[in-house]
């Protein structure tokens, strides 16, 4: 009998954590559901005789991943984790449109970097791309679907998974783990191989910063900021690729870049090079520093 509730009790142990089911694997519940909800939307709407081709099936896929994100994430935080959906971090408690600027503009000033330091080695030629009415449009396109991809990786990875395995393990695995995840959710992108440890290296320090944005800030405000404004301006503004994805002609610079892949990233863009992992060890020297000055206190 005592063997038997011996084991009985190990096994609680494994799957509890405080009444509730242990963090990680509420990790586990999310990754398995987010990605199938998606995909069921998507077929949902193929049913429905719903246009995807004149579309475009890149952006209804990024609705219906955006669509899942939200709800498999509201739903979890409430059966499972027994919180309120706003403590996933967008909460209106806080300055949250000090930390959206601060984050907007650190972004901007990120990519500004990449930017500058591509042209200054002489690896990158910018030039004003012509613009008319369409380019605008297509330039408004291309923000609104940033705008979602960013909402949808920040509550999955920093909102979600983040909060819950820092509660498992502690703040400093919970960096490493959401870091490497996000970019693994790259892999598929186009030129993520042609420098694999490059590209995934940027990717992660990516990840890393804007996961220690939501540690020292309690919310996803600057992180969203941040993320949106990074993408915005490496791609229709300074016309480089988002992670191996082209913008066209919404680009409000043309760029050409001749440089060595191991800098530039080449067609992956500069998270495949050492340029944006300077940019953004300065922004996350930035961060901390606006941490340690106690800018994020209330």
């Not at 998974?161 to 820092?166: A, C, E, H, K």
Request: hydrophobic share 55%; charged share 10%.
């Amino acid at each position: 009998m005592t063997m038997q509730r011996s084991s009985r009790n190990l096994f609680e142990r494994a799957l509890v954590k405080d009444g509730k089911l242990r963090p990680v694997l509420r990790c586990l519940v999310f990754v398995f559901f987010w990605p199938a909800i998606a995909l069921m939307l998507f077929q949902a709407l193929e049913a429905a005789g719903w246009p995807i081709t004149n579309i475009g099936p890149t952006s209804v896929g990024v609705a219906c991943e955006f669509a899942a994100a939200i709800g498999v994430a509201v739903v979890l935080r409430w059966f499972l984790d027994r919180r309120s959906a706003e403590s996933l971090g967008f909460t209106f408690r806080v300055r949250w449109l000090r930390l959206l600027g601060i984050g907007l503009l650190l972004g901007i000033g990120m990519q500004t970097l990449v930017l500058a330091t591509e042209s200054a080695m002489g690896f990158a030629h910018a030039s004003a791309a012509p613009w008319s009415g369409r380019e605008l449009a297509t330039l408004g396109y291309a923000v609104a679907l940033l705008l979602l991809a960013a909402i949808t990786e920040e509550i999955a990875m920093r909102g979600y998974l983040f909060q819950n395995l820092m509660e498992e393990w502690g703040p400093g695995p919970a960096v490493v783990i959401t870091s490497l995840a996000f970019a693994a959710l790259h892999l598929a992108n186009p030129g993520a191989y042609s420098d694999l440890a490059l590209s995934m290296t940027g990717i992660a320090a990516a990840g890393v910063l804007f996961a220690l944005s939501v540690l020292w800030t309690r919310s996803l405000w600057l992180a969203l900021g941040c993320h949106l404004a990074w993408n915005l301006f490496e791609g229709p503004i300074y016309g480089l690729p988002v992670s191996g994805l082209s913008f066209g002609s919404s680009n409000v610079l043309t760029e050409s870049v001749t440089g060595p892949i191991w800098f530039t990233g080449g067609s992956f863009g500069p998270e495949g090079g050492l340029s944006s992992i300077i940019a953004l060890a300065a922004g996350t020297a930035v961060l901390y520093a606006l941490h340690r000055r106690g800018a994020f206190t209330r």
